[in-house]
């Protein structure tokens, strides 16, 4: 322990102010920065801890394989701890002062909209990797995760097949949620069913024994639940817990996202139907060696998951991007990913559609089955036509909104 | 008639599970003006004591009924030493103390179990009523916390000990005088209420997920039924949670779960602008 004294202070000072000022190209000039903006903590950190796990994976894979235009990817990354307050200060941070070449991130929508316009203003390229409402038009973003049209189209009109048509719609409380319950109705009524009920609960509701009895006094034939997040999960439980399980069949957009059905006992989940671009599931050998990759760098960790890798097929897809644009520049980068590149993911092929930035992807009717996702039917490139029907960025260039999609 | 039966359970479950969720505070405020915002906290940790002890492979009911409220009890009484205990008769300093406690609480359970929800299942099955599929936990709740006020009741009412802590709190140089320690009262009684918060965060545990934040869900309302309640401790109890888990269920299921709850808040605003006293200011007087 030296004293301090005023004069070895001020060095100190001196020396760490030194280190600060330096420009960012001295101290990183062989590297590309790559800022993550993730929940790693809090209430959707089963989303997001396996979206960072997965993003390390992807970075060590491209830096293994020589890193992009032979520079290294480094990463910059941020745990906002599921506090939408703090997606605005670390989007900022990213772009200010790490002055990061691409951002991939946001969970939440609530967390994309934070952060969009910061990556806009700021010409940084924004990659979101999660599976949304749908609707986003923006040129500087891509977007990977699957629509409602993709994952509702194949897994309501399976669902009614297998129920009936009187359809329960239980949604999570927020712009997901309520888009995703509009989408739900009018795939029902494309298919000749009704919907009954739709009830909404806020993110944080974790007592469904009234929403339970009234289900059962409507007494609906199917019952559709895009609910998120840990508090939501007691559903599933609760409703197993009042044996309702047998009783009414259950088809969520949701569940298994972030691996509840792991999480859910066999009794409390099985028989549950689910619609995603991935399950651990897939044989197919890149999703083989994925997991495998997975387990080796994890310590036979098992916690891969639909936006885990919905993450990785972004950072691939952004990988490849720069590799065909042969720059790191975002403009370069945006159209080389225009021209409609596809990569070769653990969730199957991943085209970019230029015309919404969003992703053309297979997604793979499924059932919980001792906490499994077992896959029953693949329903190879789905196009994202419910953005497709209000984003055209080939036209409109400059659009910068997420539309409410007309349903 | 099944359906009638199937709302009437879930009016006294959302009754039970009010009462449950106000009788620590009930007892630490109503009896010593002690504002404890770190309530919410206390049943956190009530519902962390019951997850580690049945992860721990000890049976849940033993978790839930004794091994937690010990645990929250102990908790209290270390608190009610240090800190409460200068502060009795300060009603603001309480306040500012026990929020600065349950700000204490929660960065202390983040630091051991991380910011991440864990849960138990639930430990009674579901039955069936007519057409109707009950979850078996409603009744457990229900029938705890009227054993729970029973034996409030009978403790306050029918015991020594009870006498003498009423008289305490009513007169506490009178207590003093005939020879009894005020202070060794109060701190008995910060006890009593901090494991029944424990108690009720243990009860509640498999029915949520649970994360160090989950007692700001608890302290508001367990608040605005203790003080709507009013003055006395049991009727006040009962009077208030049967009032707005009736409003609270008629709502929820006439609308959304989510109206259920603004309904409760309107009608508290509604019962405190009327009787500012509370409930047990105007009715059933000078009753436990």
Known sequence: MTNINRRNFMAAGAALGGAMMLPNWAVSADTIKLGSILDQSGPFDAYGKPMDMALRLAVSKINADGGLLGKKVEVVSYDTQSDMALYTQYGQQLTRQDKVDVVHGGILSASREAIRQT??????????NVLYEGGVCDRNIFINGVTPAQQVEALIPYAMGKSGKKVYVLAADYNYGQIMAKWIQKIVADNGGETVEVDFFPLDVSDFGSTIAKIQTVG???????????????????????????????????????????????????????????????????NDSFKKAWADAYNGDQSMHEIAVSNYHGILTWAEGVRKAGSFQRDDVVKALETGISIMGP????????????????????????QKMKVIKTLPQLQPIDTQAVCDLEANPKDNKQYEIKI | MDLLFVILVEVLYAIASLALVSAGLAVVFGMMKVINLAHGEFMMMGGYATIVSVNLGVNVFVAMLIIAPLVVGLIGLVVERLIIRHLYGRLVDTMLATWGLSLFFIGVATMIFGNTTTSITTPITGFAVGDYQINGYNFFIIFVSIILLIGMYALLKATRLGLIARGTMQQSDIAAALGYSPDRIYMATFFC????????????????GLVPTSGGAYIAKAFITVIAGGPSLIAGLISSSSLFGLVNQIFTFSISPVFGEVALLVAAVILLRLLPQGVTGKFFKGKM
């Not at chain 1, 990556?119 to 979101?128: C, E, H």
């Not at chain 1, 969730?347 to 001792?370: C, F, R, W, Y």
């Open chain 1, 119 to 128: 990556m806009r203003k700021s010409k940084t390229l924004y990659f979101y």
């Open chain 1, 220 to 286: 609906p034939d199917l019952i559709v639940a895009p609910l998120v997040g840990g508090a939501h999960l007691s559903f599933f439980r609760q409703w197993a817990a009042a044996g309702m399980k047998d009783k009414i069949p259950l088809a969520s957009p949701t569940l298994g996202v972030g691996n509840e059905h792991k999480v859910l006992t066999p009794e409390e989940g099985n028989g549950i139907m689910v619609a995603y671009n991935y399950s651990q599931e897939i044989a197919s050998s890149e």
């Open chain 1, 347 to 370: 969730g199957g092929k991943v085209t970019v559609d230029p015309k919404t930035h969003h992703a053309v992807l297979d997604v793979h009717l499924m059932e919980i089955q001792d």
């Open chain 2, 193 to 208: 209420g901090s494991a029944l918060s424990g108690f009720a965060g243990a009860i509640l545990a498999p029915l949520v």
